[in-house]
């Protein structure tokens, strides 16, 4: 399967502030996506993403396929943006079978 | 909304029970899949069906079984659970056909499962 890092493992902000969450997969890929799972387990998904740059509200991610990677941005950082924001990648065939990283645990202190 | 419902939130059971989890979603979706979500593992794919009857095995389905009778419902059954079979289990639904359409996947709430 395709090896996904994602970094940092663990991120702890001041309300307000801003974060850069990174992607790195080890393979090309057709499908890139980010969730958000809350700290009640539910997972959300964000962004799917697989080039290019894409802004939702506070959130924005850019993919850069060709260097294998993929950023997810947080600006004016809330505490409800706290939980675990995972990446997951695959690619043609079988390009719904996603590798997902180890995440990245944001807590957000107000 | 779409909507992924899972038949439980927690569950205690002992070893060698079967075990059965549900999964049922509103949309029509083609696809539904069951992942297990362990510590610094992350997300890990057990099997998925893109259609009804249709099944295919996933990363680790060894100790797993499935059965998608109805559209709707996609089961994840533990023929004899086993304690390294403690995790969470997490549903999820799709629409496309079978194998390369994309789309973005809609989870469940998941089921904590204990095997004592």
């Known amino acids: 399967g395709i090896q996904v890092e994602q970094s940092p493992p663990d991120l702890i902000l001041q309300e307000g502030a801003n974060s850069t969450l990174r992607c790195n997969f080890s393979?090309?890929?057709?499908?890139l996506q980010w969730f958000h799972q809350n700290p009640w387990g539910q997972l959300i998904n964000l962004f799917y993403i697989p080039s290019g740059t894409k802004q939702n509200g506070r959130l924005s991610a850019t993919t850069v396929a060709t260097e294998r990677y993929s950023l997810l941005y947080i600006s004016s950082s809330q505490t409800t943006d706290s939980g675990v924001y995972f990446c997951?990648?695959?690619?043609?065939?079988?390009?719904?079978?996603?590798?997902f990283g180890t995440g990245t645990r944001l807590t957000v202190i107000p | 909304d779409v909507k992924v419902t899972q038949s439980s939130r927690y569950l205690v059971k002992r070893t060698g029970e079967k075990v059965f989890l549900e999964c049922v979603q509103d949309?029509?979706?083609?696809?539904m899949f069951w992942y297990r979500q362990d510590p610094g593992l992350g997300l890990r794919l057990i099997y998925f069906s893109y259609d009804v009857k249709m099944k295919e095995k996933g990363d680790i389905p060894e100790g797993y079984s499935v059965s998608r009778e109805k559209k709707e419902r996609f089961s994840l059954i533990l023929e004899s659970a086993s304690t390294n079979q403690t995790s969470m289990y997490l549903c999820?639904?799709?629409?496309?056909?079978?194998?390369?359409?994309?789309?973005?996947?809609?989870f469940g709430p998941g089921t904590r499962l204990l095997v004592l």
């Open positions: 393979d090309s890929v057709n499908n």
């Open positions: 949309m029509d979706h083609e696809n």
């Open positions: 997951a990648v695959a690619r043609f065939p079988g390009a719904n079978n996603l590798f």
């Open positions: 999820a639904s799709s629409f496309g056909l079978a194998g390369d359409l994309i789309e973005t996947q809609y």
